[in-house]
């Protein structure tokens, strides 16, 4: 198949077209920049240079092959605006990464009991509105002759697969224990995570791709833990001892922003049972904490020293 992947020079989207590329598919690889399109072309992706904002290039380049991942940006309408008319009716693939923040409380560093299923009854919160409509947008098209899913991953770990090989949670979190010389986390970081590695997060795009019926939607997680546990790992690949502190919100919000609230001190605790039982996906990936102490994080560190 020729797919198209929006996000192709990040983090996600570079992962997946990696893992497509290697199951023997053609890949356009959308990127804002000539330096990223030289980069994408290196890689054996064919590049599109342009932006979310470039409408009736999208539209164009949709037409142009067999499915469509987009993976740039969980909020933007516009782009999936531009897309989906493009694939009406054409029974094309067109999988849209979400997140599982889309459930995601203010928790304030506190435990939450709540786990959440694909069909479990939620009110997202004012900064997660937007992303729900996208994802209720493209699930719409579902009954309009487009094969639509949404992937719900949760705290992705691991080194990339593409060009960006870093995680967003947390690398962020190492950085800044690395900055204040100790390990923190938001209030009594109680808050609790589920997670998954980005090899398995990039098996199941390609089990949706082949096997998910129109109008799908999955959260992809293999664990749980909560931000303490994370800040107690770091602090022992730091050789802090396994020391950590607590963060007063108030800080957190002064050098993170609103994501203080939103990710690192909320609880977004979700099943995959439906993408194991429907798709027969089979989560391989190393531990979070273990790939932090033991794994992928320690080798970049050590890499770092180098």
């Not at 019926?213 to 800040?231: D, K, Q, W």
Request: proline share 4%; aromatic share 6%.
């Amino acid at each position: 198949m020729k797919i198209l992947v929006t996000g192709a020079t990040g983090y996600i989207g570079g992962s997946v077209a990696a893992k497509l590329l290697a199951a023997g598919h053609r890949v356009v690889g959308l990127t804002r920049s000539d330096d990223g399109a030289a980069k994408l072309k290196a890689l054996g992706i064919e590049p599109l240079v342009g932006s979310l904002i470039s409408l009736d290039l999208l539209a164009v380049a949709a037409r142009g092959v067999d499915a469509v991942i987009n993976a740039a940006n969980s909020d933007d309408p516009f782009a999936v605006e531009a897309i989906l008319p493009a694939l009406e009716g054409t029974g094309k693939s067109f999988i849209h990464t979400s997140g599982s923040s889309i459930i995601a409380d203010r928790g304030a560093g506190n435990a939450s009991d709540l786990v959440f299923h694909e069909d479990t009854p939620y009110r997202s919160l004012p900064e997660r509105q937007g992303r729900l409509a996208v994802e209720q947008l493209v699930l719409s098209y579902g009954q309009r002759g487009v094969r639509t899913c949404v992937i719900r991953p949760t705290l992705i770990y691991g080194t990339g697969l593409g060009l960006h090989k870093k995680s967003i949670q947390v690398p962020r979190m190492l950085d800044l224990a690395i900055s204040k010389g100790k390990a923190l986390h938001i209030g009594a970081g109680e808050n609790i995570w589920s997670n998954v590695h980005i090899d398995d997060v990039t098996d199941l795009y390609l089990l949706i791709l082949e096997k998910a019926p129109p109008g799908s939607l999955f959260y992809a997680e293999n664990g749980e833990c909560s931000m303490r546990a994370v800040a107690q790992a770091i602090s022992r690949l730091l050789g802090y001892g396994g020391k950590t502190e607590s963060w007063p919100m108030a800080e957190a919000l002064k050098e993170w922003g609103i994501s203080a609230h939103a990710t690192f001190a909320s609880n977004s605790r979700v099943s995959a049972l439906k993408a194991r039982k429907m798709l027969d996906w089979q989560p391989k990936g190393v531990a979070l904490l273990e790939d932090i102490e033991h794994g992928s994080y320690r080798e970049s560190q050590s890499a770092a020293k180098a």
